[in-house]
């Protein structure tokens, strides 16, 4: 069964800032993908960015880019001139690709509580 | 389109008590899901669905029953409520759960078990 692993409860960034939350996983697909959540005060969960195993390239979203470390099951998500609205849970999340396991479920991980510090 | 919506935002249960948690989609996705947060955790599979007619448990399936009659709607069922049920609860929908699919959440119900 894969596993995802967040070892950061909190985290605090000073506005206009750089933080790297950090994200790793455990399984034996070499097909799969992985998700940055970010969950603010309203609960809503809201999609920051998606990474494709397939691809090396590290996705990028205006602010926000990964470092995916494919051999290492690494994934950390990388907040660059971080805002007020930056602050939230962010959750990591994976998602098998292949066969039986292609139903879409996403497998979370517990969670890192970012503070934007004005 | 109004997207993924769940009816109540909150609720209280007394004990043993009875409840179902609606789920409506207009974006005529095929695959949808109902998720738990415990407080300060991750959201954890309860049942999905892949179709109508077609639902399967996912990690913590127990003290839930789900159905989907139709594409819009996959209500949430719970019977004889308990204080390990106090969660906030996530539904969630998807057009084919494969690919680039994105899974779009609703607002969640937050219930609490007393």
């Known amino acids: 069964a894969q596993t995802v692993t967040q070892s950061q409860p909190e985290m605090s960034v000073q506005e206009a800032e750089t933080v790297t939350l950090s994200c790793t996983y455990d399984t034996s697909e070499s097909d799969y993908y992985l998700f940055w959540y970010k969950q603010p005060p309203s609960r809503q969960m809201i999609l920051v960015i998606r990474q494709e195993a397939y691809k090396q390239q590290n996705a990028t979203e205006n602010r926000f880019s990964v470092n995916f470390q494919k051999a290492a099951k690494s994934f950390s998500l990388k907040i660059s001139d971080s805002q007020l609205g930056d602050a939230a849970m962010y959750f990591c999340?994976?998602?098998?690709?292949?066969?039986?396991?292609?139903?879409?479920?996403?497998?979370f991980g517990q969670g890192t509580t970012l503070q934007v510090k004005p | 389109n109004a997207g993924v919506t769940q009816t109540p935002k909150f609720r209280i249960l007394k004990i043993g008590q009875s409840m179902t948690l609606q789920c409506t989609q207009d974006?005529?996705?095929?695959?949808m899901y109902w998720y738990r947060q415990d407080p300060g955790m991750g959201l954890k599979l309860i049942y999905y669905?892949?179709?109508?007619?077609?639902?399967d448990k996912g990690e913590v399936p127990n003290g839930y029953n789900v159905s989907r009659s139709t594409t819009e709607d996959f209500p949430l069922r719970l019977e004889l409520a308990a204080p390990s049920q106090t969660s906030v609860y996530f539904c969630?929908?998807?057009?084919?759960?494969?690919?680039?699919?994105?899974?779009?959440f609703g607002p969640g119900t937050r219930l609490t078990v007393l």
């Open positions: 999340a994976y998602r098998s690709a292949t066969g039986s396991g292609n139903t879409g479920k996403l497998i």
């Open positions: 969630a929908s998807t057009p084919r759960g494969g690919g680039t699919d994105t899974q779009y």
């Open positions: 974006m005529n996705h095929n695959y």
């Open positions: 669905s892949v179709g109508a007619g077609i639902t």
